[in-house]
């Protein structure tokens, strides 16, 4: 970087004249206190995520005080900057739909501020994808801090959390086994203090794959939000931050394909959310790498899962840290990672992972020979219900639904669910497929984590737990069950799964891969023939028009079309057929 180039002379405002635009930026942030001295050192930026809208972010506040103390210890300007932040629960349609945007503001306000590093305080499901995209695409350094996720709480003897509690407990309520007084209770109860949720949802997929990836300093994915631990490792990141912007370590030295592959690789064995597919899937599209989804699968067949936490298990991402969180996931499947891969403290993966504390006994993060399972969680079937893939997460559904024919029952949307699915009328028995579609990236828009498709009250309420459900939306990564998720193409732009009737029958195979609609390819044609689009951009405006005219499908991450970088220039992960 030369020398003119650094710090506040960076990306100087377009004025004409390269000095009076430093004089100026100069005088106007002198205004805050500044000294010129100070205004001489290295810039890092720290991208404050915090919004009342968002308690998952609810420190950052504390985290940036900390980051702050970190650079100047280490003889750096820090300077924060707003960016959009993302709660799932504050952002309509849905927080997917927003993701890319995040990414996009992010970008361009690193680039057009000035800074020689950055800082991303990330934590919520989507905040931490969308900065990692930024990163990527601005490829200037930048170290990952997440929030860190939220404590466990109590319902009277029960242990409860965010969320796959959350839902859990409303199925109870919806079955009738719990009333509304217990469960308006129990909604104070799920989220005792601010952080992330607090099982191996999305956020903490992502904080974990971030943490491999190696863009977040070592032990910083699981240490929760209130622990003192979690101000310690936002100074240590403060202070790396001016160290990396001298050493020029950007994210294109971080994030390669063999990186990549190891965040697949520990998706698999912490048991996490199916989300993180698509999220990484579109990181790595940003450095013009794709991701094979059936060597993904593949990888999956000899990963095993380590992590005994909910939804899939028992515990909370509380008792991981107190395991000795992810660096004890990293050395019992060392010998499956990418060793040499450089992190963001300098040293490889394989150093870091020798560098990490002695294990001691605990019960949470088992032994690969004594795994949760003994192959991955999440599967990619294909068939000619989705002939771009579908996602199933198989250590969170029913082993007798496996494998399973039924009858479909479809739902046209996400209002045409809403409106017939605990109407007591409707044609449902246990054995049948319920199928939702037009809730894929364009469809719904956003792709929303819809694809939990409640079971009908009726059936919930004869102790129904488990139905195979289908859809072209997403899953929480906090929820659970026999569920077909992401099937692409979507229906709204003609996927197959728009041509579905309820009466087909569709035939589900997880250990054969294989979602089938049993119906024939001359039937499916004279479907196909009058089909006519759900959706259009006509008449749309904003960011809506530019998400309905660009986003593409889940297999390509469902990011924006011209965002990515294309053609692409390796695939990921290497795993043999
Ligand atoms: Fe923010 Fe779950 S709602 S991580």
Same mark, same amino acid.
């Given at each position: 970087?030369?020398?003119?180039?650094?710090?506040?002379?960076?990306?100087?405002?377009?004025?004409?004249?390269?000095?009076?635009?430093?004089?100026?930026?100069?005088?106007?942030?002198?205004?805050?206190?500044?000294?010129?001295?100070?205004?001489?050192?290295?810039?890092?930026?720290?991208?404050?995520?915090?919004?009342?809208?968002?308690?998952?972010?609810?420190?950052?506040?504390?985290?940036?005080?900390?980051?702050?103390?970190?650079?100047?210890?280490?003889?750096?300007?820090?300077?924060?900057?707003?960016?959009?932040?993302?709660?799932?629960?504050?952002?309509?349609?849905?927080?997917?739909?927003?993701?890319?945007?995040?990414?996009?503001?992010?970008?361009?306000?690193? /680039? #057009?501020?000035?800074?020689? @590093?950055?800082? *991303?305080?990330?934590?919520?499901?989507? &905040?931490?994808?969308?900065?990692?995209? %930024?990163?990527?695409?601005?490829?200037?350094?930048?170290?990952?801090?997440?929030?860190?996720?939220?404590?466990?709480?109590?319902?009277?003897?029960?242990?409860?959390?965010?969320?796959?509690?959350?839902?859990?407990?409303?199925?109870?309520?919806?079955?009738?086994?719990?009333?509304?007084?217990?469960?308006?209770?129990?909604?104070?109860?799920?989220?005792?203090?601010?952080?992330?949720?607090?099982?191996?949802?999305?956020?903490?997929?992502?904080?974990?794959?971030?943490?491999?990836?190696?863009?977040?300093?070592?032990?910083?994915?699981?240490?929760?939000?209130?622990?003192?631990?979690?101000?310690?490792?936002?100074?240590?990141?403060?202070? /790396? #931050?001016?160290?990396?912007? @001298?050493?020029? *370590?950007?994210?294109?030295?971080?994030? &390669?394909?063999?990186?990549?592959?190891? %965040?697949?690789?520990?998706?698999?064995?912490?048991?996490?959310?199916?989300?993180?597919?698509?999220?990484?899937?579109?990181?790595?599209?940003?450095?013009?790498?794709?991701?094979?989804?059936?060597?993904?699968?593949?990888?999956?067949?000899?990963?095993?899962?380590?992590?005994?936490?909910?939804?899939?298990?028992?515990?909370?991402?509380?008792?991981?840290?107190?395991?000795?969180?992810?660096?004890?996931?990293?050395?019992?499947?060392?010998?499956?990672?990418?060793?040499?891969?450089?992190?963001?403290?300098?040293?490889?993966?394989?150093?870091?992972?020798?560098?990490?504390?002695?294990?001691?006994?605990?019960?949470?993060?088992?032994?690969?020979?004594?795994?949760?399972?003994?192959?991955?969680?999440?599967?990619?079937?294909?068939?000619?219900?989705?002939?771009?893939?579908?996602?199933?997460?198989?250590?969170?559904?029913?082993?007798?639904?496996?494998?399973?024919?039924?009858?479909?029952?479809?739902?046209?949307?996400?209002?045409?669910?809403?409106?017939?699915?605990?109407?007591?009328?409707?044609?449902?028995?246990?054995?049948?497929?319920?199928?939702?579609?037009?809730?894929?990236?364009?469809?719904?828009?956003?792709?929303?984590?819809?694809?939990?498709?409640?079971?009908?009250?009726?059936?919930?309420?004869?102790?129904?737990?488990?139905?195979?459900?289908?859809?072209?939306?997403?899953?929480?990564?906090?929820?659970?069950?026999?569920?077909?998720?992401?099937?692409?193409?979507?229906?709204?732009?003609?996927?197959?799964?728009?041509?579905?009737?309820?009466?087909?029958?569709?035939?589900?195979?997880?250990?054969?891969?294989?979602?089938?609609?049993?119906?024939?390819?001359?039937?499916?044609?004279?479907?196909?023939?009058?089909?006519?689009?759900?959706?259009?951009?006509?008449?749309?405006?904003?960011?809506?028009?530019?998400?309905?005219?660009?986003?593409?499908?889940?297999?390509?991450?469902?990011?924006?079309?011209?965002?990515?970088?294309?053609?692409?220039?390796?695939?990921?992960?290497?795993?043999?057929?």
């Amino acid at each position: 970087m030369a020398e003119s180039k650094k710090g506040m002379r960076k990306g100087l405002t377009s004025y004409g004249d390269e000095e009076f635009s430093l004089f100026l930026r100069k005088a106007f942030i002198k205004a805050g206190g500044y000294s010129e001295d100070t205004l001489e050192l290295p810039v890092v930026g720290i991208a404050n995520t915090y919004s009342e809208y968002n308690p998952c972010h609810g420190n950052a506040p504390e985290l940036v005080a900390a980051i702050k103390r970190g650079v100047m210890f280490a003889g750096g300007l820090p300077i924060e900057f707003p960016t959009i932040s993302l709660h799932e629960s504050f952002a309509h349609p849905t927080s997917m739909f927003l993701r890319n945007l995040m990414a996009m503001d992010t970008e361009e306000m690193i /680039r #057009a501020q000035p800074m020689d @590093a950055v800082v *991303l305080i990330g934590g919520c499901d989507k &905040t931490v994808p969308a900065q990692l995209m %930024a990163a990527a695409s601005v490829n200037m350094p930048a170290i990952s801090v997440v929030s860190g996720p939220m404590l466990s709480g109590t319902h009277g003897a029960e242990r409860v959390g965010a969320c796959t509690d959350c839902r859990r407990l409303w199925g109870l309520h919806r079955a009738g086994e719990i009333d509304k007084e217990e469960i308006n209770e129990i909604s104070g109860r799920l989220i005792p203090t601010v952080g992330f949720c607090g099982v191996m949802g999305t956020a903490s997929t992502m904080a974990c794959l971030t943490e491999t990836l190696g863009m977040m300093l070592p032990g910083g994915a699981t240490i929760p939000a209130v622990h003192a631990d979690r101000m310690r490792h936002a100074e240590a990141a403060g202070r /790396r #931050a001016v160290e990396i912007a @001298a050493e020029g *370590l950007t994210p294109d030295k971080i994030m &390669t394909p063999e990186s990549i592959a190891n %965040a697949l690789r520990v998706l698999m064995a912490v048991g996490g959310s199916t989300n993180a597919i698509v999220h990484m899937t579109a990181v790595a599209g940003r450095l013009g790498i794709k991701v094979d989804l059936e060597a993904f699968d593949r990888m999956g067949r000899e990963t095993p899962v380590l992590v005994d936490l909910k939804p899939s298990g028992e515990n909370y991402m509380d008792d991981f840290h107190k395991a000795g969180g992810l660096r004890v996931v990293l050395r019992e499947i060392r010998h499956l990672l990418n060793l040499n891969c450089l992190t963001v403290t300098g040293k490889t993966l394989g150093e870091e992972i020798d560098a990490a504390p002695e294990p001691w006994p605990q019960t949470v993060v088992r032994t690969v020979d004594k795994p949760v399972s003994r192959s991955g969680g999440i599967v990619v079937l294909r068939g000619n219900l989705a002939p771009g893939g579908a996602i199933f997460k198989q250590s969170a559904a029913a082993e007798d639904l496996k494998r399973h024919t039924g009858r479909a029952v479809v739902f046209d949307s996400l209002e045409d669910l809403a409106a017939r699915i605990d109407d007591p009328d409707l044609e449902v028995s246990p054995q049948d497929i319920l199928v939702l579609r037009n809730a894929g990236p364009k469809g719904a828009p956003g792709m929303p984590e819809a694809g939990y498709i409640p079971i009908p009250r009726k059936l919930a309420q004869q102790g129904i737990k488990d139905m195979v459900r289908i859809s072209d939306a997403r899953m929480s990564g906090t929820a659970f069950g026999s569920i077909v998720l992401h099937v692409c193409p979507e229906a709204a732009i003609g996927g197959p799964l728009a041509l579905v009737r309820t009466g087909d029958l569709i035939r589900l195979d997880v250990p054969e891969r294989v979602l089938e609609l049993r119906v024939t390819d001359e039937e499916l044609e004279r479907r196909r023939a009058a089909w006519k689009p759900s959706v259009s951009s006509e008449g749309a405006r904003g960011y809506h028009k530019l998400h309905l005219e660009h986003v593409q499908q889940a297999d390509e991450g469902c990011d924006l079309d011209f965002m990515t970088r294309r053609p692409y220039v390796a695939a990921t992960p290497k795993v043999k057929a």
